[in-house]
């Protein structure tokens, strides 16, 4: 009986083994057909890779990962990757520059580089964004390869842009767009020749206050705030993780609550697919000597499917947007335990209102502490993200 009982003990060892053994094998399998099991530097939720002087964002942020790779180059010692291993056609992975456009106003310029794409079902897009002195984009020049275009091996793209003397900003991004693989490579950002094709067109936007009424729009600027009627005179320094100094709209009631969590606020999605949930302070200030204003805080994350942030917004007396910024591209999705954060906005001589607080887009928690506003008395660029020249185009 013994040696039947220890001949069955290890058939079964073998048995689970060999099903171990073939997990493990299936899985490296379906890893090495993206490529991304021995020669990338894969990004964890808590252990990204450093891409110095770009930002990575991605819609769903546990769709796509970016990371390096050794193998997949087109010159020199490694590249850049992003990626979607799921068979999925929605969705964006994007890593995005942001420089000083005042060298390359009244000029002619191209935004090149190489790229390869493996198993890809949606599209590699390159973008190229022309903002003046308000933030505002005035023209934007693309290019794109779907599926059915590309070639496997490395190749050229080109954008060619004439760049209005108004310009103040220039934003220029990759992109995946839905499944597959893309690596990039050798980014250039030089003059264009003269007889060079503008492939650029106007782009409008308007202000918040400007668009068309209707119930959509007055549920949108009731949430981030615009029809919130100031608290007060600015206090400056530290604002407390008190819920009842801060304030979310009743539009979110059902979508999103937020609540008091030890010494942090919490703000979370309470259903499936919601959009965006803000939770918000917002002061009346005047002061001509001031040029800017800094918002900083603590924040951690939890399950997030799109982006948490900080925000900070400086409004004139109708309450006109003059001057955003709530980190976009530079904080994302997933879990991240506590991290430091500001935002830095100058303040015009016309601004009367300045806004701020925490945002959620789509699921997830996110969590707020020690909260603080500071005046700046020296000038600022409006675009906090912005380089003052292009920098690391070939991810070196």
Known sequence: MTIAIRTIGFLLILCCTAFIYSAIHDRSVQLTHFDFLNSHQML????????????????????????FSKNQVHEGNKSVFIINKLPIDEGVGLIRQTVNAATYTGNKIEFSGYFKAQNLTGKVLFDLDIFNENDDVIRRAEVSFSASEYNKDWQRFSIIALIPENASVLSYSAKLLGSGQVWFDDFNFSNAPADAKDISKVYKIQSP??????????????????NTEPFGELPFGEHPSDIQQWWISDELKGEYALRQDGNALLLESVINEPKFGVALKRFRFKDKSVKAIKFSAQIKHQFVKSMASIWLRIEDKDRNNLAFDNLRYSRSGGSSDWQDIEVVLPYSENAEIVSFGALLIRNGKLWLRNAKVEPLYEPVPLNSQMLTKPSNLSFE
């Open 209 to 226: 206050k400007k668009e068309a009424e209707s119930p959509e729009r007055t549920k949108y600027l009731n949430i981030v705030g615009y």
């Open 44 to 67: 964890t939720i808590n252990n990204a890779p450093e891409l110095q002087d770009w930002h990575f964002f991605a819609y769903p942020y546990s769709h796509y990962r970016y990371g």
